[in-house]
């Protein structure tokens, strides 16, 4: 089946400083990625839609200046958290449709769980 | 309005017994799928079941099976004979549209599943 990896799957970070976080499409070309925040015992978020060679679309209320996301080729959707703060820390998830023929269903990553200390 | 609906914040179910988890929806759309997604506590979304709005018949992928009725916008899913390992939080998605591609999905806040031995 189609196979999304996401790294790091943990990272803690200072607060002030930029995290990135990295998804990948392992064995399709995503042509788009979906971007979700998770706070705990809550459900996902939609945070952003990327698309591969075009700028992303935010949801209404996420900061497009503090949420980078680029998607610079098939397979690679980076999102990056500038300037993070306590309160950006939270469990993130990318997801990919694969267009595979019969499959319907959306692949997502293993998550990040970010903590800003 | 909330476009998807999981009235059971939490449930318990004896190992070996069925249990049903709901999830209502909303939409106008007349093309939409319905998805199910089993969350683990390591926080992967695990994809579970897929329900078309045009299937004519009930979804069934193993233990797993979703009792669609479209008349009344639910899609709840069945789970039989429980096993320790099905505990975790279960999601419900929407996707209006029936591409497979580009199209974000919409999650209801979870059902908790305990399974007791």
């Known amino acids: 089946g189609a196979v999304v990896s996401q790294h790091p799957s943990r990272v803690i970070c200072k607060s002030g400083t930029s995290v990135k976080i990295e998804c990948r499409s392992l064995d399709f070309q995503a042509t788009t990625m979906f971007w979700y925040r998770q706070f705990p015992k809550q459900s996902l978020m939609l945070m952003a839609t990327?698309?591969?060679?075009?700028?992303?679309?935010?949801e209404q209320g996420v900061e497009k200046d503090k949420f980078l996301i680029n998607h610079a080729s098939l397979t690679l959707s980076t999102l990056t958290v500038t300037s993070a703060h306590p309160e950006d820390s939270s469990f993130y998830i990318c997801?990919?449709?694969?267009?595979?023929?019969?499959?319907?269903?959306?692949?997502f990553g293993q998550g990040t769980r970010l903590t800003v200390v | 309005a909330q476009k998807i609906t999981q009235t059971q914040p939490g449930m318990f179910v004896q190992e070996k017994e069925a249990v049903t988890l709901d999830c209502t929806y909303d939409?106008?759309?007349?093309?939409?799928?319905l998805f199910w997604y089993k969350q683990p506590s390591s926080g992967e979304m695990i994809f579970l079941i897929y329900?078309?709005?045009?299937?004519?018949q009930n979804a069934t992928e193993g233990r797993y099976s979703l009792n669609f009725q479209k008349a009344r916008k639910s899609a709840n899913l069945v789970i039989s004979a429980s096993q320790l390992g099905d505990s975790a939080m279960y999601f419900c998605a929407m996707r209006e549209g029936l591409e497979s591609s580009g199209d974000k999905l919409t999650f209801g806040t979870g059902t908790r599943l305990a399974v007791r031995p």
């Open positions: 939409t106008s759309d007349p093309s939409y799928g």
């Open positions: 997801s990919a449709d694969s267009a595979l023929p019969g499959r319907t269903e959306a692949f």
């Open positions: 990327s698309n591969e060679g075009s700028k992303a679309t935010y």
């Open positions: 329900q078309g709005s045009y299937d004519q």
